[in-house]
């Protein structure tokens, strides 16, 4: 079960410090890179929606993870013609079309595959932040040796194990969504919490635009090389693999309200720090344990929000809705967003912006968020 999170969260880890490096390189400006890097969130405004409704009305996810695996690699190739900002927006778009896929698709399968003993989740997803860690440090040692033009090559073993892994899975039939369950589908989203759950989670992938797109380059201005970048990245994750191991003890002592409200609190501190302290080593690496508050606490709460209120029969949707109004639509308006501010004003204002859309989330959670209901299987 663990595997397949192993070699997909190893290719994030390669993407995210290292692809707007390789995009700099291509000589690609601030906001073309941040048009590009956009493009990997932007397919999970209507890929998770569409594999997810798929997945819901068939049952067959385990087919469907292997197809957007297989194919996502194909479309991937293309890069290694070195096409022009078009042709690369172009061949991003289709890869990630059908990578965008495999996550929210697994994570159905993980969590009916878990059934009642969903603490058991921070324990299984831990090693997908294990191969972005492995895959971050090995990466960036690599790229002290060789031309950062290698980067496409240095991808596609990390394809070929998310393609191995996906066929590892046992491909049992799976359950099928009933067809008659649309309005309770809405009735769901119209709660006030819900729609404070989904404001949150999007005001928070806008705050980590900057992060995903331009933390490497950041560092990168202030002299750092590329191996410690890659071990300031693998920090963050580790500090998350922490949070995951204890999670279900904090899930039992805190409500779900309280660790999102403290999370979220923790994050805007991150970036302030970020902004404002990244010359300093200490600082910098206490503001990167502080990923295990803005991605592991956060995305652990939001897990626990879709499984509760969604239930079964539209885990599915609710599932690919989150992943697309938050991950897609939101990270990709943070990463454009970032790209205007590092072209006009430079990457501390940047992160001072993503402090200020993870600041109007605090509100916005403060003010109408509340703890989710106890599953309905």
Same mark, same amino acid.
């Given at each position: 079960?663990?595997?397949?999170?192993?070699?997909?969260?190893?290719?994030? *880890?390669?993407? $995210?410090?290292?692809?707007?490096?390789?995009?700099?390189?291509?000589?690609?400006?601030?906001?073309?890179?941040?048009?590009?890097?956009?493009?990997?969130?932007?397919?999970?405004?209507?890929?998770?929606?569409?594999?997810?409704?798929?997945?819901?009305?068939? *049952?067959?996810?385990?087919? $469907?993870?292997?197809?957007?695996?297989?194919?996502?690699?194909?479309?991937?190739?293309?890069?290694?013609?070195?096409?022009? @900002?078009?042709?690369?927006?172009?061949?991003?778009?289709?890869?990630?079309?059908?990578?965008?896929?495999?996550?929210?698709?697994?994570?159905?399968?993980?969590?009916?595959?878990?059934?009642?003993?969903?603490?058991?989740?921070?324990?299984?997803?831990?090693?997908?932040?294990?191969? @972005?860690?492995? #895959?971050?440090?090995?990466?960036?040692?690599?790229?002290?040796?060789?031309?950062?033009?290698?980067?496409?090559?240095?991808?596609?073993?990390?394809?070929?194990?998310?393609?191995?892994?996906?066929?590892?899975?046992?491909?049992?039939?799976?359950?099928?969504?009933? +067809?008659?369950?649309?309005?309770?589908?809405?009735?769901? !989203?119209?709660?006030?919490?819900?729609?404070?759950?989904?404001?949150?989670?999007?005001?928070?992938?806008?705050?980590? *635009?900057?992060?995903?797109?331009?933390?490497?380059? +950041?560092?990168?201005? !202030?002299?750092?090389?590329?191996? #410690?970048?890659?071990?300031?990245?693998?920090?963050?994750?580790?500090?998350?693999?922490?949070?995951?191991?204890?999670?279900?003890?904090? @899930?039992?002592?805190?409500?779900?309200?309280?660790?999102?409200?403290?999370?979220?609190?923790?994050?805007?501190?991150?970036?302030?720090?970020?902004?404002?302290?990244?010359?300093?080593? %200490?600082?910098?690496?206490?503001? &990167?344990?502080?990923?295990?508050?803005?991605?592991?606490?956060?995305?652990?709460?939001?897990?626990?929000?879709?499984?509760?209120?969604?239930?079964? &029969?539209?885990?599915?949707?609710?599932?690919?809705?989150?992943?697309?109004?938050?991950?897609?639509?939101?990270?990709?308006?943070?990463?454009?967003? #970032?790209?205007?501010?590092?072209?006009?004003?430079?990457?501390?204002?940047?992160?001072?912006?993503?402090?200020?859309?993870?600041?109007?989330?605090?509100?916005?959670?403060?003010?109408?968020?509340?703890?989710? %209901?106890?599953?309905? +299987?």
């Amino acid at each position: 079960m663990s595997n397949l999170y192993f070699w997909f969260f190893a290719l994030l *880890g390669a993407l $995210l410090p290292y692809w707007s490096l390789y995009l700099e390189d291509r000589g690609f400006s601030y906001l073309q890179i941040a048009t590009l890097m956009a493009t990997i969130q932007l397919t999970k405004i209507v890929a998770p929606n569409l594999w997810g409704w798929l997945g819901d009305r068939t *049952g067959q996810r385990v087919k $469907l993870v292997r197809v957007g695996s297989v194919t996502g690699a194909l479309f991937f190739t293309g890069v290694f013609l070195e096409p022009g @900002f078009y042709g690369l927006m172009l061949v991003m778009l289709a890869f990630t079309f059908f990578w965008n896929a495999v996550l929210p698709l697994y994570e159905v399968i993980t969590l009916q595959g878990l059934g009642a003993d969903r603490a058991r989740y921070g324990r299984v997803r831990l090693w997908g932040s294990v191969g @972005f860690i492995a #895959s971050v440090a090995l990466i960036g040692l690599i790229l002290e040796y060789v031309d950062m033009r290698w980067l496409p090559a240095l991808l596609m073993p990390l394809f070929l194990g998310i393609v191995v892994a996906a066929f590892c899975v046992p491909s049992n039939q799976g359950k099928t969504r009933p +067809h008659d369950g649309s309005g309770n589908f809405k009735a769901i !989203l119209l709660q006030s919490s819900v729609m404070a759950f989904f404001a949150m989670n999007i005001l928070l992938q806008v705050s980590h *635009g900057a992060y995903y797109t331009f933390f490497s380059i +950041h560092l990168e201005d !202030l002299g750092y090389d590329k191996f #410690s970048v890659g071990l300031l990245w693998s920090l963050g994750v580790a500090a998350e693999i922490v949070l995951f191991i204890v999670m279900h003890r904090v @899930f039992d002592r805190f409500t779900v309200r309280t660790i999102a409200l403290a999370a979220l609190g923790m994050t805007l501190l991150r970036w302030i720090l970020i902004a404002e302290y990244s010359t300093n080593v %200490p600082v910098l690496i206490f503001a &990167q344990c502080c990923h295990a508050a803005s991605y592991g606490a956060l995305h652990a709460v939001s897990v626990n929000y879709i499984h509760s209120y969604f239930g079964f &029969q539209h885990h599915g949707q609710g599932q690919a809705l989150y992943s697309g109004l938050t991950f897609g639509a939101g990270g990709a308006a943070g990463a454009w967003l #970032s790209g205007l501010l590092v072209e006009g004003y430079g990457t501390v204002a940047a992160f001072w912006g993503s402090a200020s859309a993870i600041a109007l989330a605090l509100v916005i959670a403060a003010i109408w968020l509340r703890s989710p %209901p106890r599953v309905a +299987h």
